[in-house]
């Protein structure tokens, strides 16, 4: 992958995240979101395909189930204090979810997480949710 800047990146991803991917054309738009671990790490949350898809879908690609949770953006931003009622979805490894809320955030089963991810049309896959 490539910055804006033209700097070259890498990720490491599973073998089954690897193939969701070679499903896109190289050159196609592509987002890493992700979160910082360390001062020094940095683990990817999903891999999005703006525009690839006329909604926002979310594909399981964590090697279990993930609770999806979803929000309003209060002001534009996502993870604010009471913004609002929060929808909630479980997806099965594998399974896709659509998101029509402005924000979202997905976590490990039996945890739970604030929706702090701006949602955009296109394809994303999960690669993996924290708390």
């Known amino acids: ?13 599973e073998a089954g995240v690897i193939a969701e991917v070679a ?3 190289p050159g196609d ?8 671990v360390s001062p020094n790490e940095k683990r990817v ?13 979310y594909v399981n690609t964590t090697g279990s189930r993930v609770l999806m949770r979803s929000g309003p953006a209060v002001g534009g931003a996502c993870g604010q204090p009471n ?6 979805s479980t997806i099965p ?10 924000c979202w955030c997905c976590a490990p089963p039996g945890e739970t997480c ?5 949602t955009g049309l296109g394809r994303a896959l999960l690669v993996q949710c924290f708390k």
């Open 114 to 118: 604030t929706p702090g991810n701006t």
């Open 23 to 25: 499903r896109f054309k």
């Open 45 to 57: 949350t999903a891999v999005a395909f703006p525009g690839s898809a006329s909604t926002a879908l």
């Open 29 to 36: 738009a592509m987002i890493v979101i992700y979160r910082q």
């Open 83 to 88: 913004a609002g009622p929060v929808t909630e």
């Open 1 to 13: 992958m490539k910055s804006n800047a033209g700097e070259r990146l890498a990720w490491r991803f």
């Open 93 to 102: 490894d594998g399974g896709i979810a659509e998101v029509a809320e402005g």
